[in-house]
């Protein structure tokens, strides 16, 4: 109960569970220094496992988070060894919002975290589902194409490649319970 959004952020740890979130929602920090301030998108702010573009002398002052898209739903999915109460081994954010025919997505985001130095966005993934007609074997692909997009490690707590199978199964039930809550059309 004493953790805040602002350290998960400036931790920058490859596995903070805000972070992926974040990224999808296209979330802005203002950063302070002492020659001034500026407003940088968090997909640029992290560098790398505990390194920010703060440095030892900046400071994240506010957190800007932009309203979704109308329409628009997400989901965060986790996986850890021990569930709630433990770091993720694997996270993903989805954030779908469909067109006006509710058959394909508009706009899709997918962040992922715990398997990068850094929190990323499956771009590749995102650019594969835009526009095409939202079907199981599509989710899969794409699924498949966020797994490829991440760099896992093997640790104590997972080797890399079962945190690339775990990218993939949570990437597809997250694009699925997403157009779901989106449509209300299950994915066939």
Same mark, same amino acid.
């Given at each position: 109960?004493?953790?805040?959004?602002?350290?998960?952020?400036?931790?920058?740890?490859?596995?903070?569970?805000? *972070? =992926?979130?974040?990224?999808?929602?296209?979330? @802005?920090?203002?950063? !302070?220094? &002492?020659?001034?301030?500026?407003?940088?998108?968090?997909?640029?702010?992290?560098?790398?496992?505990?390194?920010?573009?703060?440095?030892?002398?900046?400071?994240?002052?506010?957190?800007?988070?932009?309203?979704?898209?109308?329409?628009?739903?997400?989901?965060?999915?986790?996986?850890?060894?021990?569930?709630?109460?433990?770091?993720?081994?694997?996270?993903?954010?989805?954030?779908?919002?469909?067109?006006?025919?509710?058959?394909?997505?508009?706009?899709?985001?997918?962040? *992922? =975290?715990?398997?990068?130095?850094?929190?990323? @966005?499956?771009?590749? !993934?995102? &650019?594969?589902?835009?526009?095409?007609?939202?079907?199981?074997?599509?989710?899969?692909?794409?699924?498949?194409?966020?797994?490829?997009?991440?760099?896992?490690?093997?640790?104590?707590?997972?080797?890399?490649?079962?945190?690339?199978?775990?990218?993939?199964?949570?990437?597809?039930?997250?694009?699925?319970?997403?157009?779901?809550?989106?449509?209300?059309?299950?994915?066939?």
């Amino acid at each position: 109960n004493t953790a805040t959004i602002g350290g998960n952020i400036c931790r920058a740890s490859p596995s903070g569970e805000t *972070l =992926a979130p974040l990224l999808v929602l296209e979330a @802005r920090g203002k950063l !302070a220094f &002492s020659d001034g301030e500026k407003i940088a998108g968090f997909n640029s702010l992290f560098l790398g496992p505990g390194k920010t573009t703060l440095g030892s002398r900046g400071l994240l002052t506010e957190i800007e988070i932009p309203y979704p898209p109308q329409g628009s739903r997400g989901v965060y999915l986790k996986h850890a060894v021990r569930g709630a109460m433990d770091i993720a081994m694997v996270g993903v954010a989805v954030l779908v919002r469909p067109d006006a025919a509710n058959t394909s997505p508009q706009d899709v985001r997918i962040g *992922l =975290a715990a398997v990068a130095p850094t929190p990323i @966005r499956a771009t590749k !993934a995102e &650019s594969m589902l835009r526009g095409k007609t939202m079907t199981a074997a599509l989710a899969q692909e794409a699924a498949r194409m966020a797994a490829s997009e991440s760099s896992p490690i093997s640790d104590q707590r997972s080797s890399a490649e079962y945190r690339g199978w775990i990218v993939e199964a949570l990437t597809r039930r997250g694009l699925e319970q997403s157009w779901k809550a989106a449509t209300g059309k299950e994915v066939v």
